[in-house]
């Protein structure tokens, strides 16, 4: 990465070494600084040990007001890309039949304030496309919420080469453009079935009170103090009165989910009924293609949840930062950061940084396993 990171040069015409400033904001979020202040102090206080952590010999450590110039002109994609070429996590690495999520996450951090004092509705937005198997991301990418839609933000991600892979959506995602491009392509799609299209929700409820379910599963977790039942159905709706605009989206299943929540100290009951369609036709015989989907859609449940990962070891909704390019920058070391230590096989990532920060040689280990010269 130092050597495919430009410098950048301050008004006064002194060059700071990108790789080394980005590198110092990366150890430092490792170690749990979250604000940008903190975070230069880090830089300025650990300033030996950077240089020789990376093996860049910077001059002098950059001011708060040089630290967020240099991440408000950081080319985030490139920086991305670098990333992904680190952990070998590229598109196009990822086989046909590994599932990833594409799931979008507001940051919060980048609410900005009107006149009246009121924080805006919407801010950047980061769409992170995540394997199903080890949380890793392998795309992500950015939208402002305020001015833009995650269904394009998306579209661009298929157009990368994710079309062509097994992905699962939200319910915001279901459209006959976003299903289409994923057939089209060759790839596998389950999404939720959204409730304002009403002629598809009719076509679905329809098949399931007539159509007999080809697969059923159920199963029990107790866990966040309830128990919580699971009962998932699989119907063949291949050949279904759709509207001609799903035509090209090759529907060929549906997955239909109940939930029942039981509260273990209060008793409280809640229930939940999903609809979700795919374009992967069942295994009639083994029942295999039926649990891989039904497994499929609860791995997205859980791809969803872990974007608490981000507020609670990096407070990225709570640590407010300017909306633009030095939000989405900070959004990408972050992603960095995490997988760098997941990379580390940790159970839990809160107690790896709480090593790295009190072990010394914990730290050096981790640091060289990245690349870094220590």
């Known amino acids: 990465m130092q050597t495919e990171l430009k410098g950048h040069r301050d008004p006064r015409g002194r060059v700071h070494n990108l790789s080394f400033v980005l590198s110092g904001v990366l150890i430092a979020i490792l170690l749990g600084r979250n ?14 040990d950077l240089r020789a952590w990376t093996g860049c010999q910077a001059e002098k450590a950059v001011s708060d007001a040089q630290l967020r110039r240099i991440l408000r002109g950081v080319d985030w994609e490139k920086y991305n890309e670098l990333n992904a070429a680190h952990f070998n996590l590229k598109i196009e690495q990822v086989l046909p039949e590994e599932w990833v999520a594409l799931d979008g996450k507001e940051l919060r951090g980048s609410l900005e304030r009107d006149e009246s004092g009121d924080k805006a509705k919407r801010g950047e937005v980061v769409v992170n496309a995540v394997k199903h198997k080890d949380s890793r991301v392998v795309g992500p990418t950015y939208y402002r919420g305020d001015k833009e839609s995650e269904k394009i933000a998306v579209r661009e991600l298929l157009h990368k080469g994710l079309s062509e892979k ?40 329809l098949s399931t009170g007539f159509l007999p379910a080809l697969h059923r599963f159920s199963e029990v977790d107790k866990a966040h103090g309830r128990i919580e039942t699971r009962k998932a159905e699989l119907f063949d709706i291949q050949g279904g009165d759709f509207e001609q605009r799903w035509q090209s989206s090759g529907i060929r299943a549906l997955i239909k989910v109940q939930r029942h ?81 997941r990379q580390t096989g940790a159970k839990s990532l809160k107690a790896k940084m709480e090593q790295l920060l009190d072990c010394p040689q914990k730290l050096a280990e981790t640091l060289v396993a990245m690349g870094f010269s220590t």
């Open 166 to 205: 097994s992905i699962t959506l939200d319910a915001p995602h279901c459209g006959p453009e976003t299903t289409a491009m994923i057939e089209q392509g060759g790839g596998r799609y389950i999404v939720q079935a959204k409730a304002n299209q009403a002629e598809l929700m009719e076509e679905l409820h």
């Open 35 to 48: 604000r940008l202040s903190s975070i230069q102090r880090f830089i300025a206080n650990r300033f030996e």
């Open 261 to 341: 929540f039981i509260g273990v100290k209060t008793g409280k009951e809640q229930h939940q009924t999903s609809l979700y369609i795919s374009n992967q036709a069942d295994d009639k015989h083994s029942g295999s293609t039926a649990e891989e989907l039904f497994h499929a859609v609860r791995k997205h449940w859980a791809i969803e949840a872990d974007n608490h990962v981000r507020d609670v070891l990096f407070l990225e909704d709570s640590t407010p930062t300017p909306k633009g390019n030095l939000s989405r920058s900070l959004a990408a070391i972050r992603t960095f950061a995490i997988q760098a230590l």
